[in-house]
């Protein structure tokens, strides 16, 4: 009787005590990988590389010259590395993408087509500009879940139009 009870015992702390001891070894690791000092660096790398964009990247990348909106957009450094900004009903922005040739390669090899990638939604997914010669400036939304396109904003200059004054009430 004995045997069994140990080898229920064992078999407990296996399947059991085991899977515990590996979450709880998994949760001290990453906490120290979040620390306040390291969240705070990180923070300050996407604050830099938002800040920074490179425009000769871009314009390659839209195949076409940077609208001025966007050139505005990204001056606003306290609007682009906002983060949870209400756009309409439906649609909050996340967070701005950084625009440079690192997070253009990252965007197109997510998307699986030529774009430039402004923002996220809250939900993930993807708000850019198609590229192109022939492109207008308007602004689509991408669905990750579902592949659904449809237009998020008419222009650069309608979405500033629309951030500006909601990222003022934000503050």
């Not at 967070?95 to 774009?115: H, K, N, P």
């Amino acid at each position: 009787m004995t045997d069994i009870v140990i080898a229920i015992l064992a078999i407990a702390l296996l399947f059991v005590g085991l899977p515990i001891a590996l979450l709880r070894a998994r949760d001290v690791i990453l906490r120290r990988r979040r620390s306040p000092e390291s969240l705070r660096a990180a923070r300050r790398a996407y604050e830099r590389r938002i800040s920074e964009p490179d425009w000769a990247c871009v314009s390659r990348q839209l195949q076409r010259r940077v609208p001025e909106a966007l050139r505005d957009l990204y001056a606003d450094v306290a609007l682009v590395t906002s983060r949870d900004l209400r756009y309409s009903r439906d649609h909050s922005i996340s967070s701005f993408e950084a625009l440079d040739q690192q997070a253009i390669v990252d965007a197109t090899s997510w998307l699986g087509f030529e774009a430039l990638v402004l923002a996220t939604t809250d939900g993930g997914d993807a708000i850019y500009l198609r590229a192109g010669s022939s492109e207008m400036d308007t602004l689509y939304l991408t669905y990750h879940d579902g592949g659904d396109t449809k237009v998020f904003a008419e222009s650069v200059a309608t979405m500033l139009r629309v951030l500006r004054p909601a990222h003022v009430q934000a503050d």
